[in-house]
Antibody
Framework: EVQLLESGGDLIQPGGSLRLSCAASGIAFSSCAMGWVRQAPARGLEWVSVISASGGNTYYADSVKGRFTISRDNSKNTLYLQLNSLRAEDTAVYYC????????????WGQGTLVTVSS | DIQMTQSPSSVSASVGDRVTITCRASQGVSSYLAWYQQRPGKAPKLLIYAASSLQSEVPSRFSGSGSGTEFTLTISSLQPEDFATYYCQQAKSFPRTFGGGTKVEIK
């Protein structure tokens, strides 16, 4: 059974930093490109970032470029998202997901972790 | 960035109804399009990829069509578990982008 378990969500002040983690099991993690999608409260889905299986290629949404960094540790089957210079508009549930057909789609999703940016 | 526009934003329907949702791209995305279903409080679920390919274990009442800039998701006979919000997503270029969602509600 595929499991993606996010953690690290918290209440953080504007300008602060946070690191999200996603522990994967039931998949050949080191062979899978992975990504993050977020959803602000009562809003739609927003694509955030993806990373190649090796970690050598990364892509970001314009809204987070330069502030967020996606990375992975294949020895730990874990995906990360470093969030810096946080803003109120970054408040959202952050989902970890496995990509399908290259970087194109997301076929397995975690349950999400909530990041709240507020003073 | 490619903008994805869904219509309608919400639709009321009854069990057994046929429901069609439209997604339009601001520029051509060929067949690089997916549809997701999201039930309240749950993670999204991939239904359709490559515009018309049914994801494994997704019921055959779901179907997708279209290419270029206009796409449709059709639910042929709405079931109680289908009341949810549906999103399209383009995969033609980075950054990937989602539509705003269509909420399917019980009439």
């Amino acid at each position: 059974e595929v499991q993606l378990l996010e953690s690290g969500g918290d209440l953080i002040q504007p300008g602060g930093s946070l690191r999200l983690s996603c522990a994967a099991s039931g998949i050949a993690f080191s062979s899978c490109a992975m990504g993050w999608v977020r959803q602000a409260p009562a809003r739609g889905l927003e694509w955030v970032s993806v990373i190649s299986a090796s970690g050598g290629n990364t892509y970001y949404a314009d809204s987070v470029k330069g502030r967020f960094t996606i990375s992975r540790d294949n020895s730990k089957n874990t995906l990360y998202l470093q969030l810096n210079s946080l803003r109120a508009e970054d408040t959202a549930v952050y989902y970890c997901a496995r990509t399908y057909s290259g970087y194109n789609y997301f076929d397995y999703w975690g349950q999400g972790t909530l990041v709240t940016v507020s003073s | 960035d490619i903008q994805m526009t869904q219509s309608p934003s919400s639709v009321s329907a009854s069990v057994g109804d046929r429901v069609t949702i439209t997604c339009r791209a601001s520029q051509g995305v060929s067949s690089y399009l997916a549809w997701y279903q999201q039930r309240p409080g749950k993670a999204p679920k991939l239904l359709i990829y490559a515009a018309s390919s049914l994801q494994s274990e997704v019921p055959s009442r779901f179907s997708g069509s279209g290419s270029g800039t206009e796409f449709t998701l059709t639910i042929s006979s709405l079931q109680p578990e289908d009341f949810a919000t549906y999103y399209c997503q383009q995969a033609k270029s980075f950054p990937r982008t989602f539509g705003g969602g269509t909420k399917v509600e019980i009439k």
